[in-house]
């Protein structure tokens, strides 16, 4: 684009990625969830494997830690709706990637080919929350340069966009919504729409979601005359309103049809649908 040489053109080299930490563990349900939710035996534990995934460079001759980010994998072992499900916890970096017009192309590149590799494992979606820090907060990294800006938040949402759009130029994402259409959206006029399943809903360590449920039940407690009426659950109408508001900030990508994720969320054996490994 340029018009100069490859030979002209600036490269990047000296990039390593490693897997820093790889822990198997249980992710516990909040109290109010198990106990309002306990008649339809709703999981009290989703066991989870949490990484660390990061990128270095060598830097001057040192090796340079410059991008991180934890994920959280739900294997095929995990109940619904967990199951074989895998959500981009947070990322961080820090201003030091050389040359620097390829920092970002290099750090979505990293997003891709996890997601190709968990593709690969069987995994069907992978959840992102789009939420950029506050001025002055550290996500991974206790400290940054400080001629790095904090993204806006439409900013941070249209980066990693920009990496499910390469995604899916390369066939490992099919397609992408955002949670709250996914789940709470849902026409009115519709005669046969059902009321939201809070028991359908994912349900992730460090999301926004359990944090924010276990909030709506105390306070629909204190609340007790506002129960919803007709099947409804008034907790799933909260919080549908809630997300509703920043409904673009809960990323969903699909890595496979619909069909196989609906025989996942069945719990289904779906060891024998065509690539799938034992997630």
Same mark, same amino acid.
Request: contains cysteine; negative net charge.
């Given at each position: 684009?340029?018009?100069?040489?490859?030979?002209?053109?600036?490269?990047?080299?000296?990039?390593?990625?490693?897997?820093?930490?790889?822990?198997?563990?249980?992710?516990?349900?909040?109290?109010?969830?198990?106990?309002?939710?306990?008649?339809?035996?709703?999981?009290?534990?989703?066991?989870?494997?949490?990484?660390?995934?990061?990128?270095?460079?060598?830097?001057?001759?040192?090796?340079?830690?410059?991008?991180?980010?934890?994920? #959280?994998?739900? *294997? /095929?072992?995990? &109940?619904?709706?967990?199951?074989?499900?895998?959500?981009?916890?947070?990322? +961080? !970096?820090?201003?030091?990637?050389?040359?620097?017009?390829?920092?970002?192309?290099?750090?979505?590149?990293?997003?891709?080919?996890?997601?190709?590799?968990?593709?690969?494992?069987?995994?069907?979606?992978?959840?992102?929350?789009?939420?950029?820090?506050?001025?002055?907060?550290?996500?991974?990294?206790?400290?940054?340069?400080?001629?790095?800006?904090?993204?806006?938040?439409?900013?941070?949402?249209?980066?990693?966009?920009?990496?499910?759009?390469?995604?899916?130029?390369?066939?490992?994402?099919?397609?992408?919504?955002?949670?709250?259409?996914?789940?709470?959206?849902?026409?009115?006029?519709?005669?046969?729409?059902?009321?939201?399943?809070?028991?359908?809903?994912? #349900?992730?360590? *460090? /999301?926004?979601? &359990?944090?924010?449920?276990?909030?709506?039940?105390?306070?629909?407690?204190? +609340? !007790?005359?506002?129960?919803?009426?007709?099947?409804?659950?008034?907790?799933?109408?909260?919080?549908?309103?809630?997300?509703?508001?920043?409904?673009?900030?809960?990323?969903?990508?699909?890595?496979?049809?619909?069909?196989?994720?609906?025989?996942?969320?069945?719990?289904?054996?779906?060891?024998?649908?065509?690539?799938?490994?034992?997630?």
């Amino acid at each position: 684009e340029s018009g100069e040489s490859v030979e002209n053109v600036d490269k990047v080299e000296n990039l390593c990625v490693r897997v820093l930490s790889s822990t198997d563990k249980k992710f516990l349900v909040g109290d109010e969830m198990v106990k309002r939710y306990a008649d339809k035996k709703y999981p009290t534990s989703y066991p989870v494997r949490s990484k660390c995934i990061a990128l270095f460079q060598e830097v001057h001759g040192i090796d340079t830690l410059l991008f991180a980010m934890y994920v #959280y994998e739900y *294997g /095929d072992e995990c &109940p619904s709706p967990n199951r074989r499900r895998v959500y981009i916890s947070c990322l +961080d !970096s820090v201003k030091h990637f050389e040359p620097k017009a390829y920092r970002s192309l290099v750090y979505q590149r990293v997003i891709v080919e996890y997601l190709r590799f968990v593709k690969a494992r069987g995994f069907h979606s992978a959840h992102i929350w789009s939420c950029p820090p506050s001025p002055g907060d550290d996500y991974i990294f206790y400290c940054h340069p400080q001629h790095q800006l904090t993204p806006r938040d439409d900013m941070l949402r249209s980066w990693y966009h920009v990496a499910l759009d390469i995604a899916k130029e390369e066939g490992v994402v099919i397609g992408s919504s955002n949670l709250f259409d996914e789940y709470f959206n849902q026409p009115e006029a519709d005669e046969a729409s059902k009321p939201v399943d809070l028991m359908a809903l994912p #349900y992730f360590e *460090g /999301d926004y979601i &359990p944090g924010e449920i276990e909030s709506i039940i105390k306070q629909v407690k204190i +609340d !007790s005359t506002a129960e919803a009426s007709e099947g409804e659950d008034e907790v799933a109408n909260r919080l549908g309103k809630k997300l509703s508001k920043m409904k673009n900030n809960f990323v969903v990508a699909h890595l496979r049809n619909r069909s196989f994720s609906g025989a996942v969320g069945m719990g289904e054996d779906v060891s024998k649908f065509p690539e799938v490994e034992a997630g």
